[in-house]
């Protein structure tokens, strides 16, 4: 639950914020009172998400934006700055391999595997955007005396699975640069920190478990609550980031994860395979 006055007179912007957990993030920093503008590649999904927002009293605005292309991002800034006066908040959410041209299936493999467009893009989306982002936007925080930037990185940048360069070394890389940056903007009252969220069911995963229910209870073994993640989940620690209530905390990857990278990983496969020698026909993704 919201509260209204928590960012009141602040500016925030998210990318990706059409669903997913920018969906949420943008919806939660409105529902606190911030200006919000979402900046997504699919404006269509970011409009609607917009009107949710307006339904409910909040202020918002659109626009479409590639994070992995300089200009966009620039106007991007340009974009807020000019319709509400100030810069308080960026949410570096966006990761949208599907609207560079590429598939997840094509950024899958290890070094042997990927392509060279594969990884020059995923490393834009993954990481130069997060670059471009803040360098536009520090300036105006600079001005307003203060900001908070929190960048999403993931599980996956903390431990590490086979098949998955980019992401991995994405997802790792967002960690380091979050850190680095957080020395260089602290003196100006600027915080940055990076989130590192456990599985998420956003909109479009929720589609693939809506068919396979057991095998979304299978990943819920996997965390000792025994539940995996909601859009909310990550969205309400992104509004404690960015609020006063975090104003000593900066240059960490926190982990919202259920737990999941706490565990001793022989204990846990132990469990996981009594599970699925009680549960055989469980469906597995991977």
Same mark, same amino acid.
């Given at each position: ?101 590429? %598939?997840?299936?094509? /950024?899958? $493999?290890? +070094?042997?595997? @990927? ?10 989306? =993954? ?117 006063? %209530?975090?104003?000593? /905390?900066? $240059?960490? +990857?926190?982990? @919202? ?10 204990? =846990? ?18």
């Amino acid at each position: 639950m919201g509260n209204s006055e928590r960012f009141t007179g602040r500016v925030a912007i998210v990318t990706g914020g059409a669903q997913g957990i920018g969906g949420a993030t943008a919806r939660r920093l409105a529902s606190d009172g911030a200006s919000v503008l979402i900046a997504d590649i699919d404006a269509e999904r970011a409009e609607a998400n917009a009107e949710r927002i307006r339904s409910t009293g909040g202020t918002v605005s659109v626009i479409r934006t590639d994070v992995a292309v300089a200009e966009d991002v620039e106007q991007m800034v340009h974009t807020a700055v000019t319709k509400w006066g100030r810069l308080d908040i960026l949410v570096n959410n966006a990761f949208s391999v599907a609207g560079g041209g590429l %598939d997840s299936g094509s /950024i899958s $493999g290890g +070094a042997t595997d @990927v392509s060279e467009l594969a990884w020059d893009r995923g490393m834009g989306v =993954l990481v130069k955007s997060i670059f471009l982002g803040v360098k536009y936007a520090v300036p105006h925080m600079r001005q307003a005396g203060a900001g908070s930037i929190i960048n999403l990185s993931s599980v996956h940048g903390l431990m590490m699975a086979e098949g998955f360069l980019v992401y991995e070394a994405g997802k790792s890389a967002v960690i380091g640069v979050t850190r680095q940056m957080a020395c260089d903007y602290g003196p100006s009252g600027i915080r940055v920190n990076a989130i590192c969220p456990g599985h998420i069911v956003t909109e479009r995963q929720g589609v693939q478990w809506q068919a396979h229910p057991d095998g979304l209870e299978f990943f819920a073994q996997q965390y000792p609550v025994r539940r995996t993640g909601t859009p909310d989940d990550i969205a309400g620690t992104i509004a404690f980031l960015a609020s006063d %209530d975090a104003s000593f /905390i900066t $240059g960490q +990857a926190i982990a @919202v994860d259920g737990g999941l990278t706490i565990q001793l990983q022989e204990n =846990l496969g132990v469990r996981l395979a009594k599970y699925i020698k009680a549960h055989p026909d469980t469906y597995l993704p991977y």
